[in-house]
């Protein structure tokens, strides 16, 4: 099973709007509403940001919000904060009964 | 409050088994399913594999006939034992709480994680 694919890096400003991306196939991320994104500063374990697409688990900021179009799912993150630095990650279930992550992405704040 | 904590060694030697444990508490490890996660220095993560408390696995195909995931239901603990290792298989090891909406054999995300534990395949 290949990585969903994610762009390297993502930059915005305090304040801003950025999006990541998350790119697979219709045997997993177009084929179910399974993705879940992660956030991990360095020298962490990841945490558990969005899960089922677009679903927050409790204590995670409303400023993060997923979605999903075709093979392609999205993460959002408004009012960009200094602590929002971090590599994110996402994840889908496949069609083969198992899990995969995305290649990451770097979110820096200006 | 879930809480997991890996342990085993923090060197191998090329060809020999790597052999990690997973210690839950805050819950039962006899709900839900139980992942390990590694992440190669400065790469990304790669799931390995989950189990059930029954004995039900399921593993990355890419490391599945090296890989065995089981449990110690006495002990709330889970294990992963990778055998013939290289320096390919140097990485943070994960253990990980596994959920899901029930429709799904094993959960779809992973919800609880442990601190990681670096594994160093070396001679």
């Known amino acids: 099973q290949s990585a969903l694919t994610q762009p390297a890096s993502v930059s915005g400003s305090p304040g801003q709007s950025i999006t990541i991306s998350c790119t697979g196939t219709?045997?997993?991320?177009?084929?179910?509403?399974?993705v879940s994104w992660y956030q991990q500063h360095p020298g962490k374990a990841p945490k558990l940001m969005i899960y089922e697409v677009s679903n927050r688990p409790s204590g995670v900021s409303n400023r993060f919000s997923g979605s999903k179009s075709g093979n392609t799912a999205s993460l959002t993150i408004s009012g960009l904060q200094a602590e929002d630095e971090a590599d994110y990650y996402c994840s889908s279930y496949t069609s083969s009964s198992n899990l995969v992550f995305g290649t990451g992405t770097k979110v820096t704040v200006l | 409050q879930v809480q997991l904590q890996e342990s085993g060694p923090g060197l191998v030697k090329p060809s020999e088994t790597l052999s990690l444990t997973c210690a839950v508490s805050g819950g039962s490890i006899t709900s839900y399913f139980w992942s390990w996660v590694r992440q190669p220095p400065g790469k990304g993560l790669e799931w390995i594999g989950y189990?059930?408390?029954?004995?039900?696995?399921n593993y990355n195909p890419s490391l599945k006939s090296r890989v065995t995931i089981s449990v110690d239901t006495s002990k709330n603990q889970f294990s992963l034992k990778l055998s013939s290792v290289t320096a390919a298989d140097t990485a943070v090891y994960f253990c990980?709480?596994?959920?899901?909406?029930?429709?799904?054999?094993?959960?779809?995300?992973?919800?609880?994680w442990g601190q990681g534990t670096l594994v160093t395949v070396s001679s």
């Open positions: 189990m059930y408390y029954t004995g039900s696995t």
């Open positions: 219709s045997s997993d991320v177009g084929g179910y509403n399974y």
């Open positions: 990980a709480r596994t959920s899901g909406d029930g429709y799904i054999l094993g959960g779809t995300y992973f919800d609880y």
